[in-house]
């Protein structure tokens, strides 16, 4: 039976800085310029504040589990090593191929969002009618836009990690001074009384934003995936997954009070899609939308190179360990990156654009749901290794670890539930369940496929 590959290959040029910037700018991305107003109608600002506090927290303790495997295994795959070396190679292939879709759905989902966001900085983007999808109009200009961007994005991570943590470094570095004055105008100016009602819909509108949060923040787990080119002692690696987590949810909890005080339930109900930096024009005039805006595009470009690199990787692993076609675990001769394997995730994100700004809200979803799974995967895998090889040399331990890792795994199948039909956030058919359906199929080919060749 083929192993995962536990001799690196990579080159360990990551900081700390660029580290923490790799999973921080992963896991803030866009979703904060134009799902802010989609929260706040589900739950209120209240309400979504304590979706985001809840689900960081329980982010948090799958974190735990995630930095002390990522300190005592640190090869790049992540949750393949993990699952593959405590549960065995089907069910560690049932584990990176769901996370997988979750990093390939946010690639994708940014090739959306760039068209979406140059739009409201450049009116007029939408040129060419092609057709419509759920009552959205697609234009030929639109869809081209998204296109060039995976395109440049695509070549930018076959070119080298180090070319891609330093544009990610100062990236995220905008971003944070952008944020840190948006929220700073919405204290001085907003209003508590903007935040009527404070709580909606009670726990189901609460559980509308939690079925969001785990897309919102995965992005930690690029870390593990990188390990094998990160230059920093392996338990500080898992310090700093944990840093990034507590980042990330400050971030979200911040700009939902932000937009909570200055834009009130009528202004919320007229706005467009960009609704923080609708809010951030409130506070600075229509210089703020822009600067927030462009703050939002480097989102963009943070959260597309981390997926990129982490979901690479871990199809990387997957194919040196046999269990997807070979040509995928291949590096480049000179960068030493997974070229084929980040060419495949540059062909799936440029799918996304041909169908539109609907496409968002079912990426969301439905890859929110495989990243669940692995969660879930990850903390069962966590507990096995903790039984099976108590002796593992494990440089960051957390404290109380079987208790740490069963809430890990109850906690993400309660996450789970939450997609399930039923509940009130279930996965909407036909469009979210043939997105998971269809890369399910996806996975069950190309395994059948990479099986068979080794046999032969």
């Known amino acids: 039976m083929n192993q995962p590959v536990t001799e690196t290959n990579f080159l360990r040029v990551l900081g700390r800085r660029e580290v923490l910037a790799l999973a921080f700018g992963a896991m803030i991305g866009w979703s904060w310029v134009v799902l802010s107003g989609t929260w706040i109608f589900s739950a209120g600002t209240v309400g979504a504040i304590l979706a985001f506090l809840f689900g960081g927290i329980v982010m948090l303790v799958i974190g735990l589990t995630y930095a002390e495997l990522a300190s005592a295994l640190p090869f790049a795959g992540g949750e393949h090593i993990y699952s593959h070396r405590a549960l065995g190679a089907g069910a560690s292939f049932i584990c990176t191929w769901a996370i997988i879709l979750g990093y390939v759905s946010v690639a994708t989902f940014e090739a959306v969002a760039l068209p979406t966001v140059l739009d409201s900085l450049i009116p007029g983007l ?14 030929f200009t639109w869809v081209l836009t998204g296109v060039v961007g995976t395109l440049a994005m695509t070549i930018l991570n076959v070119r080298g990690v180090r070319m891609t943590a330093i544009v990610q470094s100062v990236v995220v570095l905008v971003i944070l001074i952008v944020g840190a004055l948006f929220v700073s ?4 100016t907003g209003e ?8 909606k819909d009670g726990a189901s509108g609460i559980a509308l934003v939690l079925v969001m949060v785990p897309f919102m923040f995965v992005g930690f787990d690029t870390i593990p995936q990188a390990a094998e080119e990160i230059d ?8 700093v997954l944990i840093v990034s987590v507590l980042m990330a949810i400050a971030w979200y909890s911040l700009i939902v009070l932000g937009v909570g005080l200055v834009l009130d339930q009528a202004a919320l109900d007229s706005a467009a899609d960009v609704v923080t930096a609708e809010a951030s024009e409130h506070i600075y005039g229509e210089f703020g939308s822009t600067v927030l805006l462009v703050a939002g595009l480097a989102g963009i470009i943070t959260s597309w190179n981390a ?5 690479s990787r871990a199809i990387y692993a997957l194919a040196q360990s046999g269990l997807l076609p070979s040509f995928l675990g291949t590096l480049h001769p000179v960068y030493r990156t997974p070229r084929n394997a980040i060419l495949l995730i540059g062909a799936f994100s440029v799918i996304g654009p041909f169908f539109g700004r609907p496409v968002l809200v079912w990426l969301v979803n439905a890859g929110g749901l495989g990243i669940v799974i692995a969660y879930a995967m990850v903390a069962l895998s966590f507990l096995v290794l903790r039984w099976k090889e108590p002796n593992l040399d494990r440089p960051y331990i957390v404290p109380c670890g079987y ?3 069963i809430a890990a795994l109850i906690l993400s199948i309660g996450l789970g539930i939450l997609y399930l039909p039923g509940s009130p956030s279930a996965l909407l058919w036909p469009e979210e369940w043939v997105i998971l359906i269809g890369w399910s199929v996806l996975g069950f080919l190309l395994y059948a496929l990479s099986r068979r060749g080794r046999v032969r």
């Open 185 to 188: 105008g919405a204290l001085f």
């Open 192 to 199: 508590v009384a903007n935040m009527q009602p404070l709580l």
């Open 307 to 311: 997926f990129i690199v982490g979901g």
């Open 403 to 405: 208790t740490v890792g």
């Open 126 to 139: 939408d040129k060419g009618f092609l057709w419509q999808i759920a009552g959205w109009n697609v234009y």
């Open 232 to 239: 920093l002692p392996f338990k500080d690696i898992g310090r």
